[in-house]
């Protein structure tokens, strides 16, 4: 499958530990995002990557959140510190640098207890 | 701020009805328009996009959008729905004057077809 790959695709937690997700894009593809999904709504950008450079971030996104994308390759989430309304869906997508369709991953569903 | 409002967040109809969902934008400048379908169980998939030139785009699965610059609008149609189209739907922005490409995403219709 050369879709763009999420691990885990579930995790449940303790709240207060920290958790790690990784996105594996589509190879080709020079921008990566991160979003965010609860039930009911839309995905809610988090974050998002050109190559190796975070471009820009939500103000969703809170100091116990970091991102990144060292070789602009994969990319990881980690959320430190993980409280009970941290519980969503995280999505990633990539697309090529002209913006136009972005591709989704499965998603990680992450579960705070 | 950059908004995407979808009116419709539950539609249930029956078979061969026609179906219409409703999106509007608050961009200013040019825009990318899309609306992607997600299954249940499944991962976000694109239906169909604009970028520019007619502004009727046609998409996968029958479904066709209509890009109205005047309104705000990127309205979503199928003239007659399958059971199979049962799923939630999200119309998704991104470009405008700040240039970003960032896709801003409505919270999603969700419809559910009766057979």
């Known amino acids: 499958d050369t879709g763009v790959s999420q691990n885990p695709r579930h995790k449940i937690t303790k709240r207060g530990q920290n958790v790690t997700f990784r996105c594996d894009p589509i190879s080709e593809h020079n921008r990566l995002y991160w979003y965010r999904q609860t039930l009911g709504q839309g995905p809610e950008f988090l974050t998002y990557?050109?190559?190796?450079?975070?471009?820009?971030k939500s103000r969703l996104l809170s100091d116990r959140f970091s991102a990144e994308r060292p070789k602009g390759s994969f990319s990881t989430l980690e959320i430190q510190r993980t409280e009970q309304g941290d519980s969503a869906m995280y999505l990633c997508?990539?697309?090529?640098?002209?913006?136009?369709?972005?591709?989704f991953g499965q998603g990680t569903r992450l579960t705070v207890v | 701020a950059q908004s995407v409002s979808q009116h419709n967040h539950h539609v249930i109809l029956s078979e061969a009805a026609s179906l219409e969902l409703g999106c509007n934008y608050s961009?200013?400048?040019?825009?990318?328009l899309f609306w992607y379908v997600q299954y249940p169980g499944q991962h976000l998939q694109l239906l169909l996009k604009?970028?520019?030139?007619?502004?009727l785009v046609k998409g996968i699965k029958g479904f066709e959008a209509e890009f109205i610059k005047s309104k705000f609008s990127f309205n979503l149609r199928k003239p007659s729905v399958q059971w199979s189209d049962t799923a939630e739907y999200f119309c998704?922005?991104?470009?405008?004057?700040?240039?970003?490409?960032?896709?801003?995403f409505g919270t999603g219709t969700r419809l559910k077809v009766l057979a």
């Open positions: 604009y970028f520019s030139g007619d502004p």
């Open positions: 998704a922005v991104n470009g405008g004057t700040s240039g970003t490409y960032k896709y801003i």
């Open positions: 961009y200013g400048g040019t825009v990318n």
């Open positions: 997508a990539s697309s090529f640098r002209d913006g136009t369709e972005a591709f």
């Open positions: 990557f050109q190559n190796e450079a975070q471009l820009e």
